[in-house]
């Protein structure tokens, strides 16, 4: 009898080991081999980065004095390192300090050998790691740990793909779909907030564990303000203070916001969503928290993932903005980002725009009826966001929703300011160093899920600043002297005003004229009834000497019509190579340009090296709410996915279109007749 116990005790023993295997420990062992650091060499070893010329590294250029007339700086917004939790568990190694060091122009190593490197310094940087992941690990290279808290320890830094899916999935809380008579994608969350961090692995195990985590997310923040200010060289480098405010929606959804700082007068503790429920909370948290001296701004980013609430009425906990929630969201969120590796957040084509632009770097398609996740909404891109703002301006009397733009990476890399296609190094650590685990076919997980159709190389912050400071980049971020390029580093002035004419163009102090008689990109004209002429639009632009040649300026109009309903028009206003713009298409005719797919080489003899023009709006009318902006878009040149095809001696990827062509977009200057 003995012996059947025994043996039956053991055929238990043994079917739960297989059953921990099967669905436990050999996933992580495949997901490890497949997309974890230790093998990213041996994929590495697979392609030949010779079959690619590089444009050698540029030194910094520095501006040694203070510019009235503003000096262009370009930066990086929106990064993460090794602190944030979901770039560890990917396979990032690489610190905040190497992230510094990167944005002054020395190379790193990313997991799997790959060599990353900008082509010029960048002059701003803002790490933005998650704040729900500080304190979280700290301890975790601490003697005396119980064997539950090792534990805890190892699956929060064990770099696995599989480990990242169980825990994010653990730490996203769970919401339902919110009342009918709200706009579809609004949630409404079955507790406050997601998740208390008590509840994160490391903050659950061993006495007193949740209070360490509470002490220790405090002194990381506080190693955080030390190492910004350890490495801020003004007029070289300027550091923002800033971190990531990150609560999670279903399916992956984001409802993040960027918090950054003016200085080093900072709160005593970063506020999460661990803290607060929506983001009108945080505004008023980081207000309850900034002393004498403390300023911030927010920058949401990815409203295309956010499943419809950036730009409807509601929080994603099912808040309803009331008027003093508009007026503070006026006040502390001037800017958006508007393209980052999660792709193009302008707008989407089928989704309230019929421009053909719109189509450019989408992740989603449009939302099928009764879809609540993972599908483009309309009031999930900031174009759309502008026309609401229209809207809410003629209810509310102000416009809570006037935002300039900039562009981020979201890398998760360490590596600010990395967006060339040519030297995509991935933006997730081992789960995508190599040409090959980029191009993969196979979903990685949630989050990731195709590289190649879900990632872009990322983008670029422009500012107009007299000098590189914290204040002076934090001023220009504020009023929204910003735009945003796709890569790229293209010049580009935008200025209007009535006293802004042809004769300015050719004018050797135009900026300074445009500075006298309008106002900048982000800036509001205030025009009167008598006021029947449209004002000058001049815009100006000028190509990266490392990259493609320009190939036309457009500008986008939105505005409200005497009933109140918002539109929105597309027109080319000026061509390269000579040609003009069609009047019946309002578009530029094709300038021929190509780009040779077996060696990325793209055409020469065609394209400007500038583009400038002023133009007047023919459909101005006086009375009306309106904004304008200005997209300039480049010849075509090779998307990330074919340089990386080429690395590997393969034809491009037929997921994608093998080309793109590069641009930037201004911050928008809105006409605001009730001034």
């Not at 290279?141 to 119980?146: E, G």
């Not at 490391?202 to 209070?211: I, Q, S, V």
């Not at 300015?504 to 009834?529: C, F, H, R, T, W």
Request: aromatic residues 10%.
């Amino acid at each position: 009898m003995l012996k059947k116990v025994g043996l039956s005790v053991i055929v238990l023993l043994l079917l739960a080991f297989g059953f921990i295997w099967l669905k436990l420990l050999l996933p992580l062992q495949l997901s490890a081999d497949k997309y974890g650091p230790d093998t990213a060499g041996r994929d590495y070893a697979l392609q030949d980065d010779s079959r690619i010329t590089l444009p050698a590294p540029q030194a910094a250029s520095y501006q040694s004095a203070p510019n009235p007339d503003m000096n262009l700086y370009w930066g990086e917004l929106h990064l993460h390192t090794a602190e944030s939790f979901d770039a560890a568990l990917l396979g990032n190694r690489l610190s905040i300090e190497d992230a510094y060091r990167f944005a002054k122009g020395e190379p790193l190593t990313v997991a799997g050998d790959e060599v990353m490197q900008l082509s010029r310094p960048i002059d701003f940087v803002a790490i933005t790691d998650h704040a729900e992941g500080f304190g979280t690990r700290t301890h975790c290279d601490q003697p005396n740990l119980s064997f539950s808290e090792r534990a805890a320890c190892w699956l929060a830094n064990e770099p696995n793909p599989k480990i990242f899916q169980m825990l994010s999935g653990a730490v996203r809380g769970t919401s339902v779909p919110g009342d009918p008579s709200k706009p579809a994608g609004v949630y409404q969350q079955t507790t406050r907030q997601p998740i208390a961090p008590g509840s994160f692995p490391t903050c659950k195990f061993g006495d007193g564990a949740f209070e360490r985590c509470i002490k220790n997310a405090a002194s990381d923040w506080a190693r955080y303000i030390e190492l910004a200010d350890k490495y801020y060289e003004p007029g070289i480098l300027t550091t923002l203070i800033a971190y990531e405010f990150s609560p999670g929606l279903p399916d992956q959804g984001k409802h993040h916001r960027n918090v950054i700082f003016r200085s080093n007068t900072v709160p005593d503790r970063a506020i999460s969503s661990f803290d607060v429920p929506n983001a009108i909370e945080l505004w008023k948290g980081l207000e309850a928290g900034c002393g004498e001296g403390c300023d911030f701004l927010t920058i949401p980013h990815n409203p295309n993932k956010a499943w419809g609430l950036m730009y409807s009425r509601y929080t994603w906990d099912g808040q309803e903005y009331d008027q003093a929630d508009w007026r503070l969201r006026q006040k502390r969120e001037p800017l958006a980002e508007i393209f980052q590796i999660k792709g193009a957040q302008e707008c989407a084509l089928g989704v309230g725009a019929t421009d053909e632009e719109c189509a450019f770097e989408q992740v989603f398609d449009p939302c099928q009826p009764g879809e609540k996740t993972g599908c483009a909404f309309e009031t999930g891109f900031v174009r759309q966001g502008l026309k609401v703002g229209l809207e809410l301006e003629r209810e509310l009397g102000f416009n809570p929703l006037q935002v300039g733009f900039v562009a981020a990476t979201d890398s998760h890399n360490s590596n600010p300011g990395d967006v060339e296609e040519w030297d995509f190094p991935g933006a997730a650590g081992a789960v995508t160093s190599s040409a090959m685990r980029r191009l993969r076919e196979d979903v990685v997980e949630e989050a990731y899920k195709s590289t190649t159709r879900f990632n872009t190389s990322g983008g670029l912050a422009a500012v107009w600043a007299p000098e590189n400071t914290r204040e002076a980049i934090f001023d220009a971020l504020a009023r929204r002297e910003t735009y945003a390029t796709s890569g790229p580093r293209m010049a580009m002035r935008f200025y209007a005003g009535w006293g802004i004419n042809q004769l300015v163009l050719n004018d050797p102090e135009a900026i300074q004229l445009s500075m006298a008689k309008g106002v900048p990109m982000g800036g509001v004209l205030y025009p009167d009834a008598n006021q029947q002429n449209s004002p000058g639009f001049l815009v100006w632009a000028t190509r990266d000497p490392l990259d493609a040649p320009l190939q036309r300026l457009q500008v986008i109009k939105g505005w409200l019509d005497a009933k109140g309903q918002a539109h929105e028009k597309v027109v080319d206003i000026a061509c390269a190579d000579g040609l003009t713009v069609d009047p019946a298409t309002q578009r530029c005719p094709d300038n021929g340009a190509t780009v040779d797919l077996n060696t990325c080489n793209y055409s020469q003899g065609s394209g400007a090296n500038e583009l400038k023009t002023v133009w007047h709006d023919p459909d101005y009318d006086s009375t009306q709410s309106a904004f304008y902006y200005v997209r300039v878009l480049m010849n075509p040149t090779c998307r990330w996915s074919s340089y990386d095809a080429i690395r590997l001696g393969r034809e491009p990827d037929a997921r994608v279109l093998p080309t793109i062509r590069e641009r930037a977009w201004t911050s928008p200057i809105w006409l605001d007749p009730k001034g």
